[in-house]
């Protein structure tokens, strides 16, 4: 009879050992007993990007690569897109369920009231020089919020996490629309109470001289699905980044600001900015051949907002994005990279390179031309990843913090150094 179990031989020592095979995982720990001899450390893994290591159990995202599929809490990204909003969304993953009537609305009503900031960290922005990046604004402006609530270190208090969670989700549009307002050289927009959570942020980047600000219906949704299809991605970089940090049991904020720290990257957060680069770059779509040439010959040239690590078929959220793409040009004129897009997508998605390779668009390709046509500078759309991806971000910090399973985060080493030698004195060397 089948065992879930995995049998090693040692071929060092000839010896058998058994180890449990659960969820299609063996506990690294396991290995541990595989020694040469008493004084052996025992056997590790080594995985260094974690390729292949399960770091947690988690019930929050799940994603299948092979086929296409994205869910949150077992709900299809497709109609939680069509459906639902941003914040029900986030209520959703941080929560395990959906809302009913009276939690939504409560829940709604908490992060509208919680938008304000503190005055004095209108001060710690004005510190920053004209062409400070946002997201390096971002990250110092969250750090530096946690030290306006010293009870956020007290990360065993439940209700007092619940506080915090609804105070950073709520203050992330304030944040990142002051900022926005700091690199313009323009004052700062309040939060206005009356506003959905995508239109408050709206009013707070882009509201002037009128007394009250009216966002167009149809943008404020289309960045409502743009935040719920970057509201999580499972254990990415900067939700790692988040347990990692979160795992010293340090106070949510710092830990956010680690988080949207490691999304700050190119590889990471910053690739929808590098498509626009990228479709500006090549000009006309009379050049699209020349430039699918020049990827395809290997001369250190990608398809930007092309390929991804998990998705080998098509990224879903991209399929939503280039659909609400279309909406949002309805209302701001067709961005005219828009026909350039297109026709790389057309010619690579029927190019042998690019189909061997299981190279579909992913959710960059389409997202920065919306930003774009809605006014928002490029600086800003890793800010724009980073205002839902906290609620993904904390929803997997709770998680963590309640897993009976989860420690400080310390990986091993294979050490390659020098062995024990002695102090040279700097005359002699
Ligand atoms: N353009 C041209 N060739 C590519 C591309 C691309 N965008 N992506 C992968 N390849 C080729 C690559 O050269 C390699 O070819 P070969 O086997 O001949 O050496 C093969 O495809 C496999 O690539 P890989 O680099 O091993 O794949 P990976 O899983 O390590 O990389 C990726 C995933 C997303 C980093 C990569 O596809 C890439 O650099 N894409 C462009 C940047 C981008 O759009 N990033 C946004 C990712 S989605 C955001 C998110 O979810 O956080």
Redesign the pocket.
Known sequence: MASNTLTITDNRTGKKYEVPITDGTIRATDLRQIKTDADDFGLMTYDPAFMNTAACRSAITFIDGDKGILEYRGYPIEQLAEKSTYLETAYLLLNGELPNNTQLAQWMHDVTYHTFINENLKGLLDAFRYNAHPMGKLIATVAALGTFYAEAKNISDVEGRRRQITRIVAKMITIAAFGYRHMVGQPYAYPDNDLSYSGNFLNMMFKTTETKYVPNPALERALDVLFILHAD?EQ?CSTNAMRAVGSSHVDPYSAVAAAAAALYGP??GG?NE?VIRMLTQIGSVSDVPAFIKK?KA?EGV????????VYKNY?PRARIIKQVAYEVFEVTGENPLLDLALELERIALQDDYFVK?K?YP???FYSGLIYQAMKFPMDMFPVLFAIPRVSGWLSQWEEMLQDPDQKIARPRQIFVGPHRRDYVPIAKR
Do not use: S, T, W
């Open positions: 991605h990415n590889l990471h690739a590098e990827v290997g990608r398809l930007m907002g092309f390929g991804h690590r990224d390779r190279l992913n959710v960059d």
